[in-house]
Structure formats: C-alpha cells, structure tokens
C-alpha cells in the first residue's frame, strides 16, 4: 500500500481526557480525503521509544511520501511548524508508561540534531494569509514529541526500516483554549497541502531572539 501521507497525533496524557493533536489529525484526515489526498491518521501512545517504533511501523506499512507528526503544546498561541529535532531525551514528567528518561540519546551514537526537509515558513506563511495564527518554532523540547519528531527525521535520513524515500516534519497545535481544535484540524489540512505542493522553502524571516 502507498499512500501520499501519514499524519500521526498523540494519546491523551498528564491526565487529560483529550489531545488536541490526536483531534486535529482525525479531523483533519477526512478534509484532505475530500480533496483528493490519500492519507492514513495513527494514534500514537506518549512513550518514549514505543511511539517512535510504531511510527516506523506505520512508515513501513503504509509506504507515505510524506510523514506529519503532531503533538500540543500547551502554552503557545499559534500552530508551529518544527525546524529542528535533538538527540536527547529529558522528561520533565513521566510518560505514559512512567519513564522519566534523563539526559539520554534518541539514537545512540545518532547526529546531534536533524533539520525538518519541510517548507514550514511556506506553511507558517499560508496559515498567515488565512488568519490562521502560525509561527516558526525552533525547538520541540526533549519530551516524546521530540523523541518522535528525531525518530522520524533519523528514518528519513537514513531510510532505517522505511519503503522508499518520504519527507518529514513535526507540527505543535496549541491547547484548545488557545486555537479551537477545529481551527487547528483546518490548518493542519492546509499546512499538509502545502508540504505536498512545495518541495523547497520560501525565503522569509522565521527566527528568534530567544
């Protein structure tokens, strides 16, 4: 089975009922559907190591061109697009399975870093233009939605357990009462389309001071 995209959300977790990943991706998969676009949306568990395994699972199954993963981030105001994932793991709360992981690799012996191969100013830039809030975030913390975001860039490098080549990246949606989840679902759709639609960047300010 090939497929254009996989679009991956997360478990609930630190006890709350919902992700409003997890809700993005379902909700966003069938507006993508209704466009002409093969997608497949996996749940996967917050747990260091196992998520990432099941990623590459889901890589190898469903053979996607491109890969988006998402995760919240409670706390910011906008969706962000990821430009770069660590090599470390540092939890700052168990996951789901009460590992609390500290100062320890990804992958050992793997790159310090790897840089997203996705256009996210070009993504930020259309979420803008639709009044979607949007913003380019640097970090994706060391937690399990960077450990998935590294797995998944260190895959695509690598070609480590995948059929064929496939792009990838990782996109934090705020809690919903920061974005409606609805907003967000909608401009992970779009956001997606872009990815599909521009194989390079544009070239735009993206940074930040701090």
């Known amino acids: 089975m090939t497929i254009d995209v996989l679009l991956t959300g997360f478990a609930p977790f630190g006890g ?18 209704d466009r002409g ?17 099941l990623l590459e699972t889901a890589v190898r199954e469903h053979r996607p ?20 994932a660590i090599n470390i793991r540092d939890a700052r709360i168990p996951d789901n399975a009460g590992a609390a992981p500290i100062d320890e690799p990804v992958i050992t012996g793997g790159p310090v870093a790897y840089f ?51 792009r990838g990246g990782f996109v ?8 409606d989840v609805g907003v967000a679902a909608a401009g992970l759709a779009r956001l997606t389309e872009v990815a599909l639609g521009s194989p390079s960047d544009v070239r735009v300010s993206g940074g930040a001071l701090h």
């Not at 709350?16 to 559907?33: F, G, H, I």
């Not at 491109?66 to 981030?73: D, K, S, Y």
């Not at 934090?172 to 974005?179: E, Q, W």
Request: hydrophobic fraction near 45%; aromatic fraction near 4%.
């Open 65 to 84: 061109g491109l890969v988006i993963a998402t995760g919240v981030a409670a706390g910011r105001t906008a969706i962000t697009p990821e430009r770069v």
């Open 16 to 33: 709350e009922l919902e992700n409003p990943s997890w809700e993005a991706v379902r909700r966003a998969a069938p507006m993508l559907r």
């Open 37 to 53: 676009v093969a997608v497949q949306d996996v749940e996967l568990p917050v747990e260091f190591g196992r998520a990432g395994d």
């Open 116 to 166: 997203t191969d996705l256009p996210i100013k070009a993504m930020v830039a259309a979420l803008s233009a639709e009044a979607i809030p949007a913003s380019v975030s640097q970090t994706a913390g060391t937690y399990v939605c960077n450990d998935v975001f590294y797995r998944l860039q260190h895959l695509a490098a690598t070609g480590t357990g995948a059929a064929g080549a496939i």
């Open 172 to 179: 934090h949606v705020p809690s919903t009462d920061a974005v």
